[in-house]
């Protein structure tokens, strides 16, 4: 699976409780709209934009109502989230933002339907 490009990579399973990083939080994030007479911000550069924190782990693009983005990130501390939060809403390209802090994990197999 490995040769065909079906696995791409490995991932340590973690139990953040242990470590200094134990808060973790789905973030749901809003592009900003486009306004005619200004610049559009491209979704490539917001997306280049997160890929640079530390904090963030995950980025998965979805299409929902009142969101498009679906960002799980990591945190020391529930002030480190909160400023987090802050710091997104100054970066081009995003509206508006929403927050859920994740209070347990559980780690799946792999799914059945794969050969």
């Given at each position: 699976?490995?040769?065909?490009g079906i ?7 973690i139990?953040?409780e ?11 994030i809003n592009?900003?709209e486009?306004?005619p007479?200004?610049?559009h ?5 917001v ?10 782990e ?9 969101f498009d983005?679906?960002?799980k ?17 100054y970066?081009?390209?995003i509206?508006e ?7 347990d ?6 799914p059945?339907?794969?050969?």
């Open positions: 699976m490995e040769r065909d696995i791409v990579g490995y991932k340590a399973l139990d953040f242990k470590t200094t990083w134990p808060i973790s939080a789905l973030l749901l592009w900003a486009g306004v007479g200004t610049r911000i491209p979704k490539k550069d997306l280049h934009t997160l890929k640079r924190y530390n904090e963030i995950e980025i998965i693009e979805v299409q929902a109502a009142y983005l679906v960002v990130a990591r945190f020391q501390g529930l002030k480190k989230l909160s400023a987090f939060i802050e710091e997104l809403r970066i081009e390209g509206e933002t929403s927050s859920a802090i994740i209070t994990e559980t780690v799946m197999p792999p059945r339907f794969i050969d």
